[in-house]
């Protein structure tokens, strides 16, 4: 079984604020961890995903995540906030082990960015 | 083309009616997915088909129909549905039902039920 919990339904940041997004998960496995975002009546865009190797992930926009196996937490982090950034965020994992056709996403976190 | 397209973008359509999504992806994936998400909710997984084969039906009731017609469509068919199936619908698609390989989810169609 495989859970993922998302701490803070809503972050709001000025804008060049460092922007840290909580998430932390459970898996019998190995896992393979995922951040996706969305925009406002939109579909789900990858931003990272950890699988196997470099621990410290960087994805599209800026965004960065760290895999922490001892601390089960794979944290979405970026330097500088731009408004831009406002969104849905989720983070999600899947199992590395037989047929892990199955995402299971975290609630999400609603990031809010301050001018 | 890296690219998942859903058609159409809002539907609205009664209780009685019958209408249909279209899902498309040209990436030569052969996994692809239905979801549902409801308002500040996550997706929640519906349907999955695996070289055309319907391999996860999560409990969805009846009135949902998928149909994987080739390797790059996928339809769900919509009848007699509930104003509580209001919803956003995903799809999705995966190169493969193993491996560390990312979903990618198209735009979503807005469904109201009225």
């Known amino acids: 079984a495989q859970s993922v919990t998302q701490l803070g339904s809503h972050v709001s940041v000025s804008e060049g604020a460092l922007v840290l997004l909580r998430c932390n998960y459970s898996?019998?496995?190995?896992?393979?961890l995922f951040w996706y975002v969305q925009y406002p009546n939109q579909g789900l865009q990858l931003l990272l995903k950890?699988?196997?190797?470099?621990?410290l992930v960087k994805g599209i926009n800026g965004f960065e995540a760290e895999f922490k196996k001892s601390e089960t937490s794979f944290h979405l982090t970026k330097p500088s906030a731009h408004m831009s950034d406002a969104a849905e965020y989720f983070c999600?994992?899947?199992?590395?082990?037989?047929?892990?056709?199955?995402?299971?996403f975290g609630k999400g976190t609603l990031l809010t960015v301050n001018p | 083309d890296t690219e998942v397209t859903q058609t159409p973008k809002h539907l609205v359509m009664g209780m009685t009616n019958k209408k249909s999504l279209k899902c498309e992806q040209h990436?030569?994936?052969?996994?692809m997915y239905w979801y549902k998400q409801k308002a500040k909710k996550p997706p929640e997984l519906m349907f999955v088909?695996?070289?055309?084969?319907?391999?996860i039906n999560e409990s969805v009731p009846s009135r949902f129909s998928p149909e994987c017609p080739n390797s790059s469509l996928l339809n769900l068919h919509l009848h007699a549905l509930q104003p509580e199936d209001s919803a956003l619908y995903l799809c999705?698609?995966?190169?493969?039902?193993?491996?560390?390989?990312?979903?990618?989810f198209g735009p979503g169609t807005r469904l109201t039920v009225l």
């Open positions: 990436m030569g994936h052969r996994a």
């Open positions: 898996s019998s496995v190995p896992p393979y």
């Open positions: 950890y699988t196997t190797g470099a621990t």
């Open positions: 088909y695996s070289y055309e084969k319907l391999s």
């Open positions: 999600a994992v899947t199992n590395s082990g037989g047929s892990n056709y199955k995402l299971t």
């Open positions: 999705a698609s995966r190169q493969g039902l193993a491996g560390s390989n990312e979903q990618f």
